[in-house]
């Protein structure tokens, strides 16, 4: 009877080890656990940026939308109201033709989408600006926020920016003003509304690596200068990259940060900030930077942004 438990016990004892073992086997069997994937920062839908002297007092000569407003605001608002002569482009997504209104010593700048909007442009250029409130005086679409009101007119986007903010004292202006700026950049729009190309032929060396980087042939073209330096524009409804040259740009800001942002292997100095898809250089006397947005955002590699201006250095070198 012993002898019969005792080989009983060393059977399943032999079986649990065989469990055990096959257990063990499947599972060294199974494909692992997906690892991790990299944290791939990508750029976000924004405008580079702005390049030295782009204020509306340097860039392309008028007439703008707010030469276009200035009498019409003079009377309505009781203060000398001007612009500044020239217009210019943010390269952003989506990129906006702007100019510069001045009215008490304070500056309002004016964008105007350089494409028919998309559905969610207007979101696109209030996004992370504070708390937005409705304004059904101008479109059933029409925001604002502490810093700018946007708003569609027929097929544009427009943007009314305040650089010392909306409702903001002493720097700012008041909200009445603001809509009543609204309300003039509304009635002129759809008579200025611009060629979507204009080109230099300087740049075109470089738009065939900057349709690779679109997808597509581009449908925007802003090329132009300023005092001599060169910025070209290339965009579609779902990516833009730009180059813009300044000259003698004291600083690369970028070069201050902690930690400092990844050495690019050009220019002296030369940066590449993957989170901005943007490389940006120094070359003699003149800075350059190279940006690359897309909507949905994704990462944005430095060769592609060397591959767009490459063709164009030997005239930054000259």
Same mark, same amino acid.
């Given at each position: 009877?012993?002898?019969?438990?005792?080989?009983?016990?060393?059977?399943?004892?032999?079986?649990?080890?065989?469990?055990?073992?096959?257990?063990?086997?499947?599972?060294?069997?199974? !494909?692992?656990?997906?690892?991790?994937?990299?944290?791939?920062?990508?750029?976000?839908? !924004?405008?580079?940026?702005?390049?030295?002297?782009?204020?509306?007092?340097?860039?392309?000569?008028? %007439? =703008?939308?707010?030469?276009?407003?200035?009498?019409?605001?003079?009377?309505?608002?009781?203060?000398?109201?001007?612009?500044? %002569?020239?217009?210019?482009?943010?390269?952003?997504?989506?990129?906006?033709?702007?100019?510069?209104?001045?009215?008490?010593?304070?500056?309002?700048?004016?964008?105007?989408?350089?494409? %028919?909007?998309?559905?969610? !442009?207007?979101?696109?250029?209030?996004?992370? =600006?504070?708390?937005?409130?409705?304004?059904?005086?101008?479109?059933?679409?029409?925001?604002?926020?502490?810093?700018?009101?946007? +708003? !569609?007119?027929? $097929?544009?986007?427009?943007?009314?920016?305040?650089?010392?903010?909306? $409702?903001?004292?002493?720097?700012?202006?008041?909200?009445?003003?603001?809509?009543?700026?609204?309300?003039?950049?509304?009635?002129?729009?759809?008579?200025?509304?611009?060629?979507?190309?204009?080109?230099?032929?300087?740049?075109?060396?470089?738009?065939?690596?900057?349709?690779?980087?679109?997808?597509?042939?581009?449908?925007?073209?802003? $090329?132009?200068?300023?005092?001599?330096?060169?910025?070209?524009?290339?965009?579609? +409804?779902?990516?833009?990259?730009?180059?813009?040259?300044? +000259?003698?740009?004291?600083?690369?800001?970028?070069?201050?940060?902690?930690?400092?942002?990844?050495?690019?292997?050009?220019?002296?100095?030369?940066?590449?900030?993957?989170?901005?898809?943007?490389?940006?250089?120094?070359?003699?006397?003149?800075?350059?930077?190279?940006?690359?947005?897309?909507?949905?955002?994704?990462?944005?590699?430095?060769?592609?942004?060397?591959?767009?201006? $490459?063709?164009?250095?030997?005239? +930054?070198?000259?």
């Amino acid at each position: 009877m012993t002898t019969r438990v005792l080989r009983t016990t060393a059977c399943w004892a032999v079986i649990g080890v065989l469990l055990v073992g096959c257990s063990v086997a499947r599972r060294a069997n199974e !494909a692992p656990p997906p690892a991790p994937g990299p944290v791939v920062v990508v750029p976000g839908v !924004a405008a580079p940026p702005q390049a030295e002297g782009l204020d509306g007092t340097a860039g392309e000569p008028g %007439p =703008t939308v707010c030469s276009a407003v200035t009498a019409t605001l003079t009377k309505q608002l009781g203060v000398s109201v001007t612009a500044k %002569p020239f217009t210019w482009n943010d390269g952003g997504l989506p990129a906006l033709d702007l100019c510069t209104l001045l009215l008490d010593g304070r500056s309002v700048t004016v964008g105007v989408s350089s494409l %028919p909007k998309q559905p969610d !442009a207007l979101d696109r250029l209030a996004a992370n =600006t504070g708390t937005l409130e409705l304004v059904p005086e101008l479109g059933p679409e029409a925001r604002i926020s502490p810093s700018r009101l946007v +708003f !569609a007119v027929e $097929d544009r986007a427009v943007r009314v920016l305040s650089t010392g903010g909306i $409702d903001r004292y002493p720097s700012g202006i008041d909200r009445a003003k603001a809509v009543a700026i609204s309300r003039a950049v509304r009635a002129v729009v759809p008579g200025m509304i611009r060629s979507a190309r204009q080109s230099d032929s300087a740049c075109q060396l470089s738009t065939a690596a900057a349709e690779r980087f679109v997808g597509t042939i581009v449908q925007l073209r802003r $090329d132009y200068r300023v005092n001599g330096a060169l910025t070209c524009i290339w965009g579609s +409804f779902d990516a833009t990259v730009s180059i813009v040259e300044s +000259f003698h740009a004291d600083t690369i800001p970028e070069a201050t940060r902690t930690p400092p942002p990844q050495f690019a292997p050009i220019g002296r100095p030369g940066y590449y900030l993957p989170e901005q898809g943007e490389l940006v250089f120094r070359q003699g006397r003149r800075v350059v930077r190279v940006t690359g947005l897309t909507n949905p955002s994704r990462q944005v590699p430095l060769d592609t942004l060397l591959g767009v201006v $490459d063709p164009l250095l030997p005239l +930054f070198i000259r």
